[in-house]
């Protein structure tokens, strides 16, 4: 099979590579249709995280079920799955609380179960508790909407993670720190759990309008300092009543604190670089900081349904479209913000 592979600091391309084998009878096979590349990705790519050259990258697909070990039910050859970017049982304590990224006998897709997203096939381990089966055959799908349920295989689940640790509520006051896909994905998590009023933070003027497609109320395009000035000067000095932190940066985080009313919380899903919670300063105006890995398989149901009757769409984060054989522009125009979220079409590949 083709697959994207990591190869050092600004270089992912396409290599052939052995095709994923059944190797447990949880496992399944899933034969890619469409994959994307993650905020995330990026860090690897820059080299800010460490990821050893040659490895598998990617974690966000959607596909057809290709091969199942004989323990697996849930799904079966031919169906059209969404894979969350973990793996889990659905059985253990923390998959029972609904924290299914932090399965006990789960992982990461591709760190621990060797099969990079952005590939032809992918091995999943843990199929059943894994993977979610979307009514009907691929084909019964259009591109678009396609592109929409790929989204819930990482950034709208993480967006709604964010919204969700945030206690986001009918009527309130929330602010998106982060215009990326995640922050984005946030804004419609925000609206979606009932916010009246959402301030997006973004300099990008073409961000800046999806965020309003979105349903962003308020747009503040500084930064830092000036940005918690901005927010406290637009809610009357009071703050917002939640915060989604879309980064992961030190910036983002004491920006996210800084806007949040007395009593506030921020919801944190940005993948933390360099990042100091400032004790002090939760601890004086009862600020609530929460959040991590989003559990995106227990999410996956409510958003599927969401996505199926088209009260979200979140396809437009996708501003950028290449194969599989182009992987390296896609990280390129990602990383040099000519994009937003770059598509792979991975089945139209030649």
Not at 192 to 216: D, M, W
């Amino acid at each position: 099979m083709r697959a994207a592979v990591f190869l050092g600091k600004g270089m992912v391309a396409t290599e052939q590579r052995r095709d994923p084998l059944i190797q447990s009878c949880a496992d399944a096979v899933v034969r890619v249709d469409l994959a994307c590349v993650c905020g995330s990705d990026l860090w690897l790519y820059r080299g800010e995280s460490d990821y050893a050259p040659g490895s598998p990258i990617g974690h966000e697909f959607i596909g057809v079920v290709d091969q199942v070990g004989d323990d697996v039910t849930a799904v079966a050859p031919g169906d059209f799955v969404i894979s969350p970017f973990t793996y889990s049982d659905g059985t253990c304590a923390n998959c029972r609380n609904g924290m299914t990224s932090a399965c006990v006998n789960g992982g990461f897709i591709p760190r621990d179960s060797h099969s990079g997203g952005q590939a032809e096939l992918v091995r999943v381990p843990l199929a059943d508790g894994t993977l979610v089966k979307v009514p009907g055959a691929i084909s019964d799908y259009s591109p678009l909407l396609r592109a929409a349920l790929l989204t819930l295989s990482d950034v709208m689940g993480t967006g709604y993670h964010a919204a969700v640790c945030a206690g986001v509520e009918p009527g309130d006051t929330v602010a998106v720190v982060g215009d990326g896909a995640v922050g984005l994905c946030a804004v419609i998590a925000a609206k979606r759990l009932g916010a009246e009023r959402v301030i997006a933070l973004s300099r990008n003027p073409r961000r800046q309008h999806l965020a309003k497609h979105f349903g962003a109320t308020d747009i503040v395009a500084e930064r830092g300092r000036e940005a918690v000035e901005l927010v406290n000067d637009l809610t009357k000095g009071i703050g917002v009543d939640a915060a989604l932190e879309c980064v992961g940066t030190g910036e983002s985080v004491r920006t996210a604190i800084g806007v949040c009313r007395a009593g506030g919380m921020v919801g944190n899903v940005g993948l933390p670089h360099g990042v100091h919670i400032p004790a002090e300063r939760i601890f004086a105006r009862n600020v609530g900081v929460r959040g991590g890995p989003a559990p995106v398989r227990a999410y996956l149901p409510t958003l599927l349904a969401d996505v199926l009757a088209q009260r979200v769409d979140p396809s437009p984060v996708f501003d950028f479209v290449t194969d599989l054989d182009h992987i390296g522009d896609a990280y390129a125009a990602m990383d040099e913000r000519r994009a937003i979220k770059s598509l792979v079409e991975v089945a139209g590949s030649v």
